[in-house]
């Protein structure tokens, strides 16, 4: 099973950015799919997008696209998430989570998250 651990979120002026971490452990890292979501107050998990294994694809929702950008590093076991351009409305709690093959996800256990917090 694997284990996630996220981090690097803050308070940050809108138009700023932020780089999230997810640092892995208990699975060979190149073994399965990672995806970021988030969860804003009195609302539903929404995922942002996914990479694959490889590190070859990735996609986006629509919310995101553009201004988000998922990778990850094998020398360290860890993805990112590099978040530019933040809006108010991206506030919420970030985290990762490993993905199947047909990025759905493994678990239904969420992490601690990380808070993002956008101000106007």
């Known amino acids: 099973q694997v284990q996630l651990i996220e981090s690097g979120g803050g308070l940050v002026q809108a138009g700023g950015s932020l780089r999230l971490s997810c640092a892995t452990s208990?699975?060979?890292?190149?073994?399965?799919?990672l995806g970021w979501f988030r969860q804003a107050p009195g609302k539903d998990y929404e995922q942002l997008g996914a990479?694959?294994?490889?590190?070859?694809?990735?996609f986006y929702s629509d919310s995101v696209k553009g201004r988000f950008t998922i990778s990850r590093d094998w020398a360290k076991n860890t993805a990112f998430l590099q978040m530019n351009s933040l809006k108010p409305e991206d506030t919420a709690v970030y985290y990762c989570?490993?993905?199947?093959?047909?990025?759905?996800?493994?678990?239904?256990?969420w992490g601690q998250g990380t808070q993002v917090t956008v101000s106007s």
């Open positions: 989570m490993a993905l199947n093959p047909d990025y759905s996800r493994q678990s239904d256990t």
């Open positions: 208990g699975r060979t890292f190149s073994a399965y799919a």
């Open positions: 990479i694959s294994w490889s590190g070859g694809s990735t």
